[in-house]
């Protein structure tokens, strides 16, 4: 039977109660390994979500130009504002995802 004896404790250590505490090791592991790859799903799903949502705004919006002849400012205001929401998106979605981005 393997024996460890901790001399500045005195407490003995055996074979069966290492297993076990490489057990308890082994369960808190494997439980939090799992909740982080639930967060990285959850936070994939929803970022498609999102992207989806956002295609279909953008084919919205070309039907929109499409049927509508807009003044270059308009375009221009409308051109900055589109990139402002895309970055607050980008922004908030690597908030979530802990991502760190480039501000330009």
Not at 53 to 80: A, C, G, P, R
């Amino acid at each position: 039977m393997a024996e460890t004896v901790n001399k500045e404790s005195g407490l003995k250590i055996t074979g069966p109660l290492l297993r076990l505490v490489a057990m308890i090791f082994g369960i808190a592991a494997a439980y939090f390994l799992t909740i982080q790859s639930l967060r990285i799903e959850l936070a994939a799903k929803a970022e498609s979500a999102i992207v989806e949502q956002l295609d279909k705004k953008l084919n919205n919006i070309e039907v929109i130009l499409k049927e509508t002849v807009l003044s270059k400012e308009q375009f221009y205001k409308f051109s900055t504002d589109l990139e402002t929401r895309l970055a607050r998106i980008e922004y908030h979605l690597s908030e979530i995802t802990g991502e760190k981005i480039d501000k330009p």
